[in-house]
């Protein structure tokens, strides 16, 4: 019996490992695709609302509207950062604390203020994480440009636990049919055990011996 228990649990263990494995690979990867693309359109929209909100107040210098601006914008959810700079590529305003990053001086120059359309970029802040850097220019530019970095940290969680949550349903089932697999080897093994030591007995000459299976199966026929 525990060699065909065996050998029925390592079958059932090794085909809910290759189901746990595919469908937590494509679900996972499906779910971090949509959830970036989500964030995108998400950022997308800010930058355009401050954008087109900004013109005014940027071409009035008037630096501490457009920090309240912006600082309504930073307390959505998945926006880690925003930042504005002017036509001459100075950050005139942000959300950063205590100082602005050095990635984001080094992106910001990189980037340049040449930018007539919006433009995405993954952007690694050390000690903070990866973030989906989303420009936008400020009347084509000659107001300044907007900055927002999504967190991609928050889709690396929700990803997580969405396999979790997946591996946890499929450890469940993988249980439930552990346990039913258990029930039935016994029921399967407990006449074969009966008809092999009958066989043992015949085989030592001893024909008084008796075997007592009532079903009606094809084990039931063999006795």
Same mark, same amino acid.
């Given at each position: /019996?525990?060699?065909? +228990?065996? $050998?029925?649990? /390592?079958? =059932?263990?090794?085909?809910?490992?290759?189901?746990?494995?595919?469908?937590?690979? *494509? @679900? &996972?990867?499906?779910?971090?695709?949509? +959830?970036?693309?989500?964030?995108?359109? $998400?950022?997308?929209?800010?930058?355009? @609302?401050?954008?087109?909100?900004?013109?005014?107040?940027?071409?009035?210098?008037?630096? %501490?509207?457009?920090?309240?601006?912006?600082?309504?914008?930073?307390?959505?959810?998945?926006?880690?950062?925003?930042?504005?700079?002017?036509?001459?590529?100075?950050?005139?305003?942000?959300?950063?604390?205590?100082?602005?990053?050095?990635?984001? !001086?080094?992106?910001?120059?990189?980037?340049?203020?040449?930018? =007539?359309?919006?433009?995405?970029?993954?952007?690694?802040?050390?000690?903070?994480?990866?973030?989906?850097?989303?420009?936008?220019?400020?009347?084509?530019?000659?107001?300044?440009?907007?900055?927002?970095? /999504?967190?991609?940290?928050?889709?690396?969680?929700?990803?997580? @636990?969405?396999? &979790?949550?997946?591996?946890? *349903?499929?450890? *469940?089932?993988?249980?439930? %049919? *552990?346990?039913?697999?258990?029930?039935?080897?016994?029921?399967?093994?407990?006449?074969?055990?009966?008809?092999? =030591?009958?066989?043992? $007995?015949?085989?030592?000459?001893?024909?008084?011996?008796?075997?007592?299976?009532?079903?009606?199966?094809?084990?039931? !026929?063999?006795?």
């Amino acid at each position: /019996m525990a060699k065909l +228990l065996q $050998k029925t649990l /390592m079958g =059932e263990i090794f085909l809910f490992a290759v189901i746990a494995a595919t469908t937590s690979v *494509v @679900s &996972g990867w499906n779910l971090h695709k949509h +959830l970036t693309e989500e964030f995108k359109t $998400k950022g997308i929209a800010i930058v355009n @609302s401050i954008a087109n909100s900004s013109v005014e107040i940027l071409l009035n210098r008037d630096a %501490s509207t457009l920090q309240s601006i912006i600082d309504q914008f930073f307390d959505i959810k998945g926006v880690a950062y925003v930042y504005i700079i002017d036509e001459h590529g100075e950050i005139i305003a942000h959300t950063f604390v205590p100082a602005i990053p050095e990635e984001i !001086l080094k992106h910001t120059y990189e980037t340049g203020v040449q930018l =007539e359309d919006i433009l995405i970029n993954d952007l690694t802040i050390a000690e903070q994480g990866e973030f989906i850097d989303i420009c936008a220019p400020i009347l084509a530019g000659i107001a300044g440009y907007v900055h927002v970095g /999504m967190d991609k940290g928050i889709i690396a969680d929700h990803r997580n @636990s969405a396999i &979790g949550n997946q591996i946890s *349903v499929v450890l *469940v089932i993988f249980l439930i %049919s *552990v346990f039913i697999a258990h029930i039935r080897v016994n029921q399967i093994s407990q006449p074969l055990n009966q008809l092999t =030591e009958y066989a043992q $007995k015949l085989a030592a000459n001893n024909f008084n011996a008796q075997v007592k299976i009532q079903s009606q199966d094809e084990i039931g !026929l063999l006795a």
